[in-house]
Structure formats: C-alpha cells, structure tokens
C-alpha cells in the first residue's frame, strides 16, 4: 500500500482537528448550564491546546504551513451550535452535539493515519495516536452525559 498523505498534510489536519474543536468549545460553553458536563468541556478545552501546541511545533520544526480553519467553516459551526441548542441546552444535547463532532474528528484522523501509514514521521504518528486516544477518550466520558 503506497503512502496517501504525507506527513506534512498529517500535521496540518491535527492542528485543523484540535482548532476545529477549541473553536466549537468556545462557541458551545457559552449554552452550558450544567457544572459537571461544564467542567468536562473545559478539561477538554485543555488537552485541545496542548495538542494544538504540539502541532504547531512540529509544523514549526519541518516548515509545515498551517492554516486556521476558515472563516466560513466556523461560521457553519457556529450558527449549527446555536441553533442545535435553541431550544434545548440540556447537558444530554450538548453531549450528544459534542459527541458528533468527536467522532467525526476520530474517522478523519483515523483515517489520516490508515493513508499515512508507510514511511509517516514517527514524532507525527506518534502525535496522532494521541490525539486519536485522546478523542476516543472524550467520546467514553462525554457518552456519560447521556
């Protein structure tokens, strides 16, 4: 099986990956009442910046260009988050919301990482791998809110 994506596509879809998601947080927690699904978005907030760290450092060292995500495509995000909790911001909404954009991140990294398998960087595997068990892990927790 030959190399699909390259290494320097890898990275700059992580970053996009965890920009994507600090960007939906902040636009969804301004709609959370409830404490503990609150302190969990939060916490997630958190791992989201590390690996965005992370990404941009390794961008840095191989001369990878990344980009924020575009305007229009947080827009879509934003008005989709507004209008998916207009009329219910119960903790189990905004898990569900949040778990739909985990697992969309899980298929697009997971594939990322099936199409960049031979010959992938091993600091960006490896940076990959995390952010994949880390989003696998904020689907188990978030599936809690259900």
């Keep these: 099986m030959e190399k699909k994506k390259s290494d320097s596509e890898i990275v700059a ?3 996009r990956n965890a920009q994507l998601a600090l960007e939906s947080i902040s636009d969804i927690i301004t709609e959370v009442e409830d404490g503990d699904i609150r302190e969990e978005i939060m916490r997630e907030h958190e791992e989201y910046e590390k690996i ?10 191989y ?10 495509k947080k827009a879509m995000m934003w008005s989709a988050i507004k209008m998916g909790t207009a009329n219910d911001n ?20 997971k594939t990322s ?3 960049g398998a031979n010959g992938m960087d ?19 927790k978030l599936k809690t809110f259900l």
Excluded: H, W
């Excluded at 001369?63 to 229009?72: G, H, L, Q, Y």
């Design 122 to 140: 091993a600091e960006v595997k490896k940076l990959l791998n995390e952010l994949i068990k880390i989003e696998e892990g904020f689907e188990k």
């Design 113 to 115: 990482l099936t199409d």
């Design 90 to 109: 119960s903790s189990q909404n905004i898990a569900q919301m949040m778990i739909r954009g985990t697992v969309n991140g899980i298929t697009s990294l």
């Design 52 to 61: 965005c760290s992370k990404a941009a450092a390794l961008a840095l060292k």
């Design 13 to 15: 879809e992580i970053y």
């Design 63 to 72: 001369n990878i260009d990344v980009k924020e995500p575009s305007p229009i």
